[in-house]
């Protein structure tokens, strides 16, 4: 497959990413609707949920991802490889979680990565970044007690970011009394993680659970 070439950052707050994804029908989109479902957010080509998918056979995948020729890509990619617990879609996450979650049955969410966010590096860009106040109360309401959300970056005053707006919210409890995991407690790494790991540059990870 010919590899699609798309901007590297796209800004979510421009006007044609503002309307919200539509509710889905499940029961059409996984063949097994019943299964415990992976969210993870800003998958980019949609790798790391790929891998997932084929190691992870009794869960299903969604991968959300704002530059759409990459979910053209890989919707083209799972329906090559045949795999039925895998889906993407486009859109942003900043105002799709809603109602994409709504309509999803309680307790199906289980599990959110969010894993190399765009960092936005500059302080006026700092509200275009992915993990923000109202992304996390939007999953604290969607995700069950017991669900977790993985959170990674190589930058790590992203990481601490994202930390300090899960923690501030009384939903959520970290793992490892602040401490910075020392590996991926996941089967499969990002393309991202092996690229910073392979540089032998550090890594910020981190787990936080959705208490009740």
Sequence with gaps: MAIVRVRQHVNPLAHKYQTPLSPIDWEKVYAQPNLPLHLDIGCARGRFVLNMAQVETMWNFLGLEIREPL???????????????LHYLFCNANNSLRPLLSSLPQKR???V?????????????????????????ELAEFLPPGGIVFLQSDLEFIAVEMCDRFAANPAFV????????????????????????????????AIFERVS
């Design 109 to 111: 969410l289980q599990r």
């Design 71 to 85: 979910v053209v890509e890989a919707n083209k990619l799972r329906d090559e490889l045949g795999l039925v617990n």
């Design 113 to 137: 990565t969010i894993q190399f966010p765009d960092p936005w590096f500059k302080n006026r860009h700092a509200k275009r970044r992915v993990v923000q106040p109202e992304l996390v109360a």
């Design 174 to 205: 970290r793992y490892g009394q602040g401490e910075w995991l020392v590996e991926n407690p996941l089967s499969v790494p990002t393309e991202r993680e092996i690229y910073t790991i392979n540089k032998s540059e550090p890594v910020y990870r």
